[in-house]
């Protein structure tokens, strides 16, 4: 069973930048699919980001292009998320997922802007 354990998470104000991190128990090299999903109080789930760690391809969501960068090191079993421009609109829990098709998640870490 792939574990995830995500980190990085705080609380900044508007325009600053956070990076989050997301260690995997597993080799992420052959996994299909990894990237970051959120969840913001009274606001549907949104895929924020993902990652292809074997071929490096990325997927973005509109309201953080530009801004939000997604990379991984296979070494190290981990992806990370750098955020920066940070808007108060991305205040959110963040999930690491990661599986065949996303299928495990993190426990989540909390992103504030104010």
């Known amino acids: 069973h792939v574990q995830l354990v995500e980190s990085g998470g705080g609380s900044v104000q508007a325009g600053r930048s956070l990076r989050l991190s997301c260690a995997s128990s597993?080799?992420?090299?052959?996994?299909?699919?990894m990237g970051w999903v959120r969840q913001a109080p009274g606001k549907e789930r949104e895929g924020v980001a993902a990652?292809?760690?074997?071929?490096?391809?990325?997927y973005y969501a509109d309201s953080v292009k530009g801004r939000f960068t997604i990379s991984r090191d296979n070494t190290k079993n981990t992806v990370y998320l750098q955020m920066n421009s940070l808007k108060s609109e991305d205040t959110a829990l963040y999930y690491c997922?990661?599986?065949?098709?996303?299928?495990?998640w993190g426990q989540g870490t909390q992103v504030t802007v104010s």
């Open positions: 597993g080799s992420i090299v052959s996994t299909m699919c």
């Open positions: 990652i292809s760690p074997g071929s490096g391809g990325t």
């Open positions: 997922v990661a599986g065949a098709s996303c299928e495990h």
